[in-house]
């Protein structure tokens, strides 16, 4: 792939500045992070991007979290993320709509892309989770185990009781309740910082 530019141009300024929420100063603090965690290549490959998620959650398994995450922001699906992709996806993650964040969420429990959820994918990520932060949440009463708090997330998903989760019905259902949008929520602002850059850049947010 060759070596990245160490500095962002005037015209990939201009791009991510509309295609992100991030100021020209944002972006460029970002950049350098990222440049610092990824090397010269200026790329960032899965199992670089699980040490990084493995750093920021110690007393967990960030393995399996980090992978969904990273298939996600791989928008190309070559195995890598670029600068470009990883500031694209982290501006909808931590800046994004309510709607252009439940669609990442989306995706991100859509696990084979077919464009529906189903119980099975919901659980694998949310057992993921509860991996990743199990220890550092709290996790009683009837979400106190995955299958639990899977189970109710798809009850009151899937309106039409068909078995699988719509693009359509995820959205409604996490906006007519907001209980359901805190149940799909993980340590947000831990995972940011858990991005590469993230410690030299999320104190600008």
Request: negative net charge.
């Amino acid at each position: 792939m060759g070596k990245a530019s160490s500095k962002l141009s005037e015209e990939d300024i201009r791009e991510l500045r509309e295609k992100t929420q991030f100021s020209e100063r944002e972006l460029i603090e970002w950049h350098k992070g990222f440049m610092q965690d990824c090397g010269e290549s200026g790329e960032l490959r899965l199992d670089e991007f699980k040490r990084i998620y493995a750093s920021f959650f110690p007393a967990g398994d960030a393995t399996a979290f980090a992978e969904h995450v990273f298939r996600t922001f791989d928008h190309d699906e070559d195995g890598i993320i670029g600068f470009k992709e990883f500031i694209i996806g982290l501006s909808v993650t931590s800046r994004g709509h309510l709607e252009e964040k439940l669609k990442w969420a989306f995706k991100l429990y859509d696990l084979n892309d077919s464009g529906d959820i189903t119980r099975d994918e919901l659980l694998s990520v949310v057992q993921s989770i509860y991996a990743m932060v199990g220890r550092q949440i709290n996790l009683g009463g009837d979400d106190s185990t995955p299958q639990r708090r899977a189970e109710r997330i798809f009850e009151q998903m899937d309106a039409n009781q068909d078995g699988r989760l719509s693009l359509a019905e995820f959205i409604e259902a996490a906006r007519s309740d907001p209980s359901i949008v805190r149940l799909l929520q993980t340590d947000a602002s831990g995972t940011q910082h858990a991005m590469p850059g993230g410690g030299a850049a999320a104190g600008g947010n």
